[in-house]
């Protein structure tokens, strides 16, 4: 499914789809293309629970609790704002770390791919229905 925003502006219609804002961004739309609030999708070799017990202090996570940014290790609570701010702006709190979230600051940290110019449209697509 090939996802497009479409607009005009003075007349002329304009067309942004992935790859288009992947080439504006100078980055590459290759990778997972994963993006879920609500349900916590299996993606590769991504587990969440473990991830979570990584990235945050907590040494005995319950599945299903909500993380905030202060649970997180000090230079992901760097990266989460940046993340929170920049890629997937928020109309609530920003101090929730959503699944998203947490799996992009995995994704970065691990050096792993991801479809970053996917994820940043289909927030788009969200933020306007």
Same mark, same amino acid.
């Given at each position: ?10 007349? $002329? ?23 879920? &609030? ?24 319950t599945p299903g609790a909500? *993380? ?8 992901? /609570? $760097? ?7 920049? $890629? ?9 770390? $959503? &699944?998203?979230? *947490? ?8 050096? /792993? ?11 788009? *697509?969200?933020?306007?229905?």
């Amino acid at each position: 499914m090939k996802h497009r925003i479409a607009s005009h502006l003075q007349n $002329i219609r304009i067309e942004l789809d992935c790859d288009t804002l992947g080439n504006i961004l100078g980055i590459s739309s290759e990778g997972y293309m994963v993006y879920e &609030f609500n349900i916590i999708p299996i993606i590769g070799d991504f587990v969440y629970d473990e991830v979570v017990t990584k990235h945050t202090s907590w040494l005995d996570f319950t599945p299903g609790a909500k *993380i905030k940014s202060q649970d997180l290790l000090l230079r992901l /609570r $760097i990266l989460h704002r940046i993340i929170a701010h920049n $890629i997937l702006p928020k109309k609530r709190h920003y101090d929730k770390v $959503i &699944f998203m979230d *947490i799996c992009l600051i995995d994704y970065i940290i691990r050096g /792993r791919r991801i479809n970053l110019p996917y994820i940043m449209m289909k927030n788009i *697509i969200m933020a306007y229905d």
